[in-house]
């Protein structure tokens, strides 16, 4: 009964390069959801997701980053052209369904950006 | 008006003692109020959770009070244990919104 899987666990990369984050939710789970956190913060909402829809966007940056969800396979957080602020915890969480249902969390990918 | 305010930022009692942790809401259209638990190196794991139509709820060692007229909630640890050590948020769910809104934290510490 596997949580939210979510790899790699750390990712290093340099400036301007691209970086993706993978997240295979829940197993029941049709929703996905994508937090960052800096240091000592707290987590900021980025995107919901369901099965090939992108339902709500409107934390995550204009330029640079994007999130998908196919029909087959992990959802996907891509960032674009990498700058030191990038540098962050992003975590996946996945619920079951709409209304609130609880969220439950990956352990996070820490990004570096060298 | 999406903001979840928690207090304090940190925290140190002695095993034994009761931590207290506060958060504050504005919107009013927020419906479910889950806490999470989050150790270092790991995601948040979900405590317990209420909703505002209960004042409190107990769940083993962790009580949740709510006050829906002052739009507050707090999170009590009876009986606190070293193990309880980590950062706790409180956060907000509802008003057609499916993220979840996280408070700032507060860092734990239950010293033997």
């Known amino acids: 009964n596997a949580g939210v899987m979510q790899n790699p666990r750390h990712l290093v990369r340099r400036r301007g390069q691209e970086a993706r984050l993978r997240c295979s939710p829940m197993?029941?789970?049709?929703?996905v959801y994508w937090y960052r956190q800096l240091p000592e913060e707290g987590l900021k909402f980025m995107v919901y997701?369901?099965?090939?829809?992108?339902?709500?966007e409107s934390g995550m940056p204009k330029e640079r980053f994007s999130a998908e969800f196919p029909k087959e396979g992990p959802s996907i957080l891509r960032i674009q052209q990498v700058v030191r602020g990038d540098s962050a915890a992003y975590f996946c969480?996945?619920?079951?369904?709409?209304?609130?249902?609880?969220?439950?969390f990956g352990d996070g990918t820490r990004l570096s950006i060298l | 008006q999406q903001q979840v305010k928690q207090s304090p930022q940190s925290l140190i009692v002695q095993k034994g003692g009761i931590p207290i942790i506060n958060c504050a809401y504005e919107?009013?259209?927020?419906?479910?109020f889950p806490w999470y638990q989050q150790f270092p190196g790991k995601g948040p794991a979900l405590l317990i959770a209420?909703?505002?139509?209960?004042s409190e709820k107990k769940e083993g060692r962790f009580t949740i009070s709510f006050n829906k007229s002052a739009k507050q909630f707090s999170l009590h640890i009876m009986d606190s244990q070293p193990g309880d050590s980590a950062t706790y948020f409180c956060?907000?769910?509802?008003?057609?919104?499916?993220?979840?809104?996280f408070g700032t934290g507060t860092k734990l510490q239950v010293i033997p």
């Open positions: 919107n009013t259209a927020f419906d479910y």
């Open positions: 956060a907000a769910m509802g008003g057609g919104y499916q993220k979840v809104t």
């Open positions: 969480a996945s619920s079951r369904g709409q209304g609130n249902q609880p969220q439950h």
């Open positions: 197993k029941g789970h049709s929703h």
């Open positions: 209420i909703r505002p139509d209960v």
């Open positions: 997701l369901q099965k090939e829809n992108i339902i709500d």
